[in-house]
């Protein structure tokens, strides 16, 4: 039986995390009514329900339900809504909609697929998952596309994002170029770790999760920092200059 260590018990912090950060998207998204904010909650919520799967995998064993459950929550939904949060955020809507057109059918044809695979139960590890268990190996080959789509358009969404608040000489283009940053470089760390779970070391999955996540936190955080309007003779807080 494999010995669990600290690491595995990662994403029970990783969760709760995730669920305040889902909490904080929902209630701006409520104020604001933008689209992508209703992406990003709902891809925190699914980033938080794949740790939650971890979580529940480390304390109460495995199981095939569980583990294709996983796969569903952390492989192909980890980071899809989050990118396609991105997607509405930079792109005008018409052209937001069709790639949701174009890929949300893919995403959802997969999750089928790997609820439908036969699996090979002696590849069940008590208190690890792994999509090794599924029968129809040929459906993993299909994560790499996804990921790929997912991390091109929220870090490089945000690398993007950062170039351009990068050329405002102002207090709040400096955080949002920080905390761009901040985002891009968070999501790259569950992709590397997702890359070196295919390889058996889970583990550096869990800690990936954790340090993106608080990453990204971090960033969005910077990005919404409040800045400060100096007073002046001049500039009195009713007045259009000021707000």
């Known amino acids: 039986m494999m010995e669990r260590g600290l690491v595995h018990y990662l994403p029970i912090a990783t969760t709760v995390l995730a669920a305040v950060f889902c909490w904080r998207l929902v209630r701006r998204y409520r104020e604001r009514r933008a689209?992508?904010?209703?992406?990003?909650?709902?891809?925190?919520?699914?980033?938080g329900l794949g740790t939650a799967l971890e979580s529940a995998i480390t304390l109460f064993g495995n199981s095939i339900a569980l583990t294709k459950a996983w796969y569903v929550a952390g492989a192909l939904l980890g980071g899809y809504p989050l990118a396609q949060g991105s997607v509405y955020l930079l792109m005008s809507r018409r052209t937001a909609n069709r790639l949701t057109a174009i890929t949300l059918p893919v995403i959802a044809a997969c999750a089928v697929l790997v609820v439908l695979s036969p699996t090979l139960s002696e590849r069940l590890e008590a208190h690890r998952p792994s999509g090794a268990v599924l029968g129809w190996q040929w459906i993993r080959l299909m994560t790499p596309l996804i990921n790929g789509y997912s991390f091109a358009f929220l870090a490089g969404g945000a690398v993007f994002s950062a170039i351009r608040y990068a050329r405002m000489p102002t207090i709040e283009g400096?955080?949002?170029?920080?905390?761009?940053?901040?985002?891009?470089?968070?999501?790259?760390?569950?992709?590397?770790?997702?890359?070196?779970?295919?390889a058996g070391m889970v583990e550096a999955l869990y800690v990936g999760e954790f340090i993106g996540l608080l990453f990204i936190f971090a960033g969005y955080r910077a990005c919404l920092r409040p800045v400060a309007v100096l007073s002046s003779p001049d500039i009195s807080p009713a007045s259009p200059s000021a707000r």
């Open 35 to 47: 689209r992508h904010l209703g992406w990003w909650a709902v891809g925190m919520f699914t980033y």
């Open 174 to 198: 400096a955080n949002r170029t920080v905390g761009n940053a901040l985002i891009a470089f968070g999501a790259l760390l569950p992709g590397i770790g997702g890359s070196m779970a295919k």
